[in-house]
């Protein structure tokens, strides 16, 4: 059974960290690119970022360069996502997903950016 399983979000206050991980079984995880898509409330889904099956290449939303970092760990089939200097904007349940057209999603873990 394919799971994906998002941790480490939370509320924090503008301006501050968090970082993201996702645990991934089931499938050979440094087979496949992997995503971060997150949805703000109300709001449709929205791709954050992406990496390469060996972390080589990775790639972000315009709007959040600099501030968001992806990376990942083969060897404990795991991704993350590095948060800095976080907005009220940023708030939003994100998502790890990968496999042949997205086809594995988590469950979310919800960030909240707020004083």
């Known amino acids: 059974e394919v799971q994906l399983v998002e941790s480490g979000g939370g509320l924090v206050q503008p301006g501050g960290s968090l970082r993201l991980s996702c645990a991934a079984s089931g499938f050979t995880f440094d087979d496949y690119a992997m995503n971060w898509v997150r949805q703000a409330p109300g709001k449709g889904l929205e791709w954050v970022s992406a990496i390469s099956w060996n972390g080589g290449s990775t790639y972000y939303a315009e709007s959040l360069k600099g501030r968001f970092t992806i990376s990942r760990d083969n060897a404990k089939n795991t991704l993350y996502l590095q948060m800095n200097s976080l907005k009220s904007e940023d708030t939003a349940v994100y998502y790890c997903?990968?496999?042949?057209?997205?086809?594995?999603w988590g469950q979310g873990t919800q960030v909240t950016v707020s004083t």
């Open positions: 997903t990968g496999g042949l057209g997205y086809a594995y």
